[in-house]
């Protein structure tokens, strides 16, 4: 079974700039779609972005405009560019497939946004 590893996490301030990646263990190519999450302390985990394999990408509505995410087939890698980040987008950060069944999450990458 494919699993996912996180990275890219990090402090930043208000207005930085982070950029995720999800390293699959096997192949994604076959798999249709593909999917960030965040959860913050005290919250549901909660969808944040989603890539299909036509390319087609949905945002959650707190990240439109903001964050952009893109999958690398041939690299068997998903990544989440964050802009204009806001202490709000602070969470542990999880990629999964895009909707359920999901796979076994990951440890996840931990995005603290503060000054």
């Known amino acids: 079974q494919v699993q996912f590893v996180e990275s890219g996490g990090g402090l930043v301030q208000p207005g930085g700039s982070l950029r995720l990646s999800c390293a699959a263990s096997g192949s994604i190519f076959s798999i249709y779609a593909m999917g960030w999450y965040r959860q913050a302390p005290g919250k549901q985990r909660e969808l944040v972005a989603v890539i299909i394999s036509g390319g087609t990408t949905n945002y959650a509505d707190s990240v439109k405009g903001r964050f952009t995410i893109s999958r690398d087939n041939a690299k068997n890698t998903v990544y989440l560019q964050m802009n204009s980040l806001k202490p709000e987008d602070t969470a542990v950060y999880y990629c999964?497939?895009?909707?359920?069944?999901?796979?076994?999450w990951g440890q996840g990458t931990q995005v603290t946004v503060s000054s």
């Open positions: 999964n497939y895009g909707s359920p069944p999901f796979r076994s």
